[in-house]
């Protein structure tokens, strides 16, 4: 095996859950291959590097082993060097800033009234 298709090969590495997925971030210009934008079906060889854009973030990885088949998480990194920045994958986690409105147990449902309360101290946040 000397090429594989990228898609393929991006769902093989568990950087895609499908391989449909996988080909839909290929054809919608998310995916480069050795700085040049790839389609589903353009081959990927070892030493190639691949840039992929995830929401806000580019992950980077660098080919190393070619595979056709899913592997385990822990064999990914025998196939692709992840050369993604820190920052990047910081982008990734969703924020932690979030605020938690507790009630006792067993108080059930919120009233109208309080149900009021709760809507005007959202609408002051901005959320």
Known sequence: ????????????????KTRSDAA??????????????????????????????????LLSYRVLKLSESRMGAALVPEFAENLTPQEELDKLRPPRETIVLQRDKGS????????????????????
Request: net charge positive; with cysteine.
């Open 24 to 57: 839909d971030a290929c054809n919608g210009n998310k995916v480069r291959l050795n700085g040049a934008t790839a389609k589903a079906a353009k081959a990927v060889k070892p030493g190639d590097t691949l840039e992929i854009r995830r929401g806000s973030a």
């Open 108 to 127: 059930g449902r919120p009233t109208k009234k309080e149900r009021r309360q709760l809507e005007d101290l959202m609408d002051t946040l901005d959320f």
């Open 1 to 16: 095996m000397d090429t594989v298709r990228i898609d393929k090969y991006l769902w093989a590495i568990r950087v895609f």
